[in-house]
């Protein structure tokens, strides 16, 4: 199968791949760019380990077709620190204890962020819509809940 | 259609560890020319905390500070044997291999320190800041960097410790049946209140109230977070997750994350935690091991609560909307029991 040319931005930085046809943008992502960030959990849109912002949406990597992000700006949980500094909501998520084995802590990181950018000040009942497409197994979600709620109002004591 | 509010209750004992055959574990500390030590484990993190607790573990018995560990596990060529992480025993039996391996690497480096500031060992004492000093003459000290370095350059010593801990094999009285398998137990009590849906037969969590007594906590925050994490578990255990729905027919069982029915965020509640402290005789510092009993107790609770909301004992898990429905049907409609 003929490959394909693929231009777009990953994280600030413009990248250009060659993909198959059919490749999803998770394959492209770990396997072509090498960011390891997006997980692998289902491969179908089940379980939110894969989530990245397309043009700052939140989307699952894994059922994505990797042709159909050229021309656009991809985020992952790489491109969301600020240098060495993690970013408010990664800081929250250490000081919380959001996390256990950590395999979808990238992806609840993505659904946070979106849902932080476009509503700074979410509602508790707001944060459990934004990650309820996202599985734990170990953390019962509320210190997860917990931190995305601290994290939002670091960014109010900020502004 | 009503919605039944129930509250029940259920209390548990757990045995920290296993004993199918005696339970070891090993650990070995030694330490680097930097003065800084690394833990030799193959237990494994799987980020209940097992590292960050070693790491306390070995620090206070080496009366060094914590920074100044390392934890390097999870590698079975590398680190001495360990039966797993499993039956919450991590804390207990890798603890207590850890103190006894910390211990034998702080005698080294305590007659090491002896030599070089020309006392008796005996005499000598930590800081827990990096120091070793002349107890009641703090000016006669040398830091524990200086320590590993005199050992390692000029005295040819290696500071380091050999650890293992066994619950031997306990075999069972033939004449009376007892045995002992496991050497300290763990406690828990926990109230779960739940709202039961008589027409679909939904139950939803309302609340849970809690008490835990497992040994001294060591690190308070990680106890919560698997107090927190495992009740959830219970939840899921209770009332939704199971491979094989209905048993024995596979055909229509889960497949994937998509037909696997776990609570999401929406569906956990309220949960009130008190952790009780009794510390255990042959505990690392007395700790027991918060990890499995942090779900066992909600399960029996959610049953007692699904009874006191409608009058239905069901006594096969996961207590599933369709099993809830079935059985008040049975018996012709809710009867809720009295409200304790």
Request: net charge negative.
């Amino acid at each position: 199968m003929a490959k394909t040319a693929l231009q777009f931005r990953h994280n600030g930085r413009d990248v250009a791949i060659f993909v198959d046809g059919g490749t999803n943008l998770l394959v492209a992502l770990r396997e072509l760019i090498g960011d390891m960030t997006p997980k692998f959990g289902c491969g179908q849109g089940g379980c939110g380990a894969c989530s990245v912002l397309i043009d700052g949406e939140l989307h699952l990597s894994c059922l994505t077709l990797a042709e159909t992000v050229a021309g656009r700006s991809v985020e992952t949980l790489d491109g969301i620190k600020d240098g060495p500094s993690l970013h408010p909501l990664q800081r929250a998520f250490a000081d919380n204890f959001a996390a256990q084995c950590g395999y979808c802590t990238p992806g609840i990181l993505m659904a946070a962020k979106a849902l932080l950018d476009r509503n700074p000040q979410p509602s508790r009942a707001e944060v459990v819509e934004a990650i309820s497409g996202n599985i734990c197994r170990c953390t019962g979600y509320e210190p997860i809940i917990n931190a995305v709620l601290a994290a939002a109002s670091v960014g109010r004591a900020r502004a | 259609m009503t919605r039944h509010r129930g509250r029940g209750i259920a209390s548990i004992n757990y045995p920290i560890g296993m004993n199918l055959g005696g339970d070891p574990s090993q650990a070995l500390v030694h330490s680097n020319p930097s003065g800084k030590f690394t833990v030799a484990l193959s237990s494994i993190d799987l980020g209940q905390g097992m590292k960050s607790v070693t790491r306390q573990i070995c620090a206070e018995t080496l009366g060094v500070p914590v920074e100044d560990v390392y934890v390097d596990t999870a590698d079975s060529d590398t680190g001495p044997h360990c039966m797993g992480s499993f039956a919450s025993r991590g804390t207990h039996r890798v603890g207590n291999a850890v103190m006894m391996a910390a211990r034998e690497a702080r005698g080294v480096m305590m007659e090491a320190a002896a030599e070089e500031l020309e006392v008796n060992a005996a005499d000598l004492e930590t800081d827990g800041r990096g120091n070793i000093h002349v107890k009641g003459a703090p000016h006669r000290s040398i830091s524990t960097k200086d320590v590993a370095i005199a050992a390692q350059f000029k005295q040819g010593k290696t500071i380091s410790g050999r650890g293992i801990f066994l619950v031997p094999l306990s075999d069972v009285d033939p004449e009376t049946g007892e045995m002992s398998p496991a050497t300290c137990y763990a406690h828990a009590c926990l109230v779960a209140e739940v709202e039961v849906d008589d027409e679909t037969g939904e139950v939803a969590m309302v609340r849970m109230d809690s008490a835990y007594e497992l040994g001294r906590a060591l690190n308070p925050r990680l106890v919560e977070q698997q107090l927190v994490g495992g009740a959830w578990m219970g939840i899921s255990h209770a009332l939704y997750e199971t491979p094989e729905p209905y048993y024995p027919d596979p055909s229509h069982g889960p497949r994937d994350f998509v037909e696997y029915l776990m609570p999401g965020p929406g569906d956990i509640c309220p949960h009130d935690i008190a952790v009780l402290e009794r510390p255990a005789a042959d505990g690392p510092f007395g700790a027991k091991g918060p990890g499995e009993m942090c779900a066992n107790p909600v399960l029996p609770a959610v049953a007692n609560a699904i009874f006191n909301a409608v009058g239905v004992r069901i006594d096969e898990l996961p207590i599933t909307p369709e099993k809830v429905l079935r059985a008040i049907k049975a018996q012709g409609g809710a009867r809720p029991q009295a409200r304790r």
